[in-house]
């Protein structure tokens, strides 16, 4: 699985800067160094899955481990778990939302969205 980690900001009208990292497990991780470095300069981050692919939900859960275990266990980072591809229909489906948002949401204390896409 190939990872795309976007070094983004966003500028608050408090004019405070968030540095956030956009995590997509969609390939073999080639480039774990700059997956390291997205993850201890990050204040906040969005990990990316496709629900038709639930090996790739899998890869966001052990992300969001990495990203709580590198910043000391501090399950308060700002996480949201987005699900993208849900204009695939219910028959490619692989991860129902339900269960995706129940996990995200209680089980790890992210949020959760989903999307598709444009």
């Not at 497990?25 to 038709?52: C, E, H, K, N, S």
Request: net charge negative; with cysteine.
């Amino acid at each position: 699985m190939t990872e795309a980690s976007h070094g983004l900001s966003a500028t608050a009208r408090l004019s405070c800067v968030i540095r956030y990292g956009m995590l997509c497990p969609t390939g073999a991780y080639q480039f774990p160094a700059m997956r390291q470095l997205a993850i201890t300069t990050g204040d906040a981050f969005i990990l990316v899955y496709g629900v038709d692919d639930e090996a790739s939900f899998e890869q966001v859960e052990l992300l969001r481990d990495q990203i709580v275990a590198e910043k000391d266990g501090d399950d308060r980072t700002p996480i949201v778990i987005v699900g993208n591809k849900t204009d695939l229909g219910g028959e490619r489906r692989r991860v129902d939302q339900p269960t995706a948002e129940t996990t995200a949401s209680i089980d790890w204390g992210t949020g959760y969205v989903e999307v598709y896409r444009a």
